[in-house]
């Protein structure tokens, strides 16, 4: 079992910044990927960055160039640093990790970008 725990949402202006944690905890031995996903208002969730246990990296097209992923593999943690945001990057962030055939996901954190 594996649990995961976000922070760091909040309301942003625009142009403005925001990093996001997501701590995995639980019996766990070697995580390989970790992700970022988003789900705006009616709208399907939808992928935002995915990193491997090696660094490797992957990113929607709507947020590349703006948007930074890292990961502590120690801390089983990864980090979203989001830069220059837009109203349209409004929504709930939610971590996923897949870990021994089940995808485990966090509780979703809001992020409001608005004037």
């Known amino acids: 079992q594996v649990q995961l725990v976000e922070s760091g949402g909040g309301l942003v202006q625009p142009g403005g910044s925001l990093r996001l944690s997501c701590a995995a905890s639980?019996?766990?031995?070697?995580?390989?990927?970790m992700g970022w996903y988003r789900q705006a208002p009616g709208k399907e969730r939808e992928l935002v960055t995915l990193?491997?246990?090696?660094?490797?990296?992957n990113y929607g097209d709507s947020v590349k160039g703006r948007f930074s992923v890292s990961r502590d593999n120690a801390k089983n943690t990864v980090y979203l640093q989001m830069n220059s945001l837009k109203p349209e990057d409004t929504g709930v962030y939610y971590c996923?990790?897949?870990?021994?055939?089940?995808?485990?996901w966090g509780q979703g954190t809001q992020v409001t970008v608005s004037s």
């Open positions: 990193v491997t246990s090696v660094g490797t990296t």
């Open positions: 639980g019996r766990i031995f070697g995580i390989n990927d």
């Open positions: 996923k990790v897949p870990y021994r055939g089940t995808n485990y």
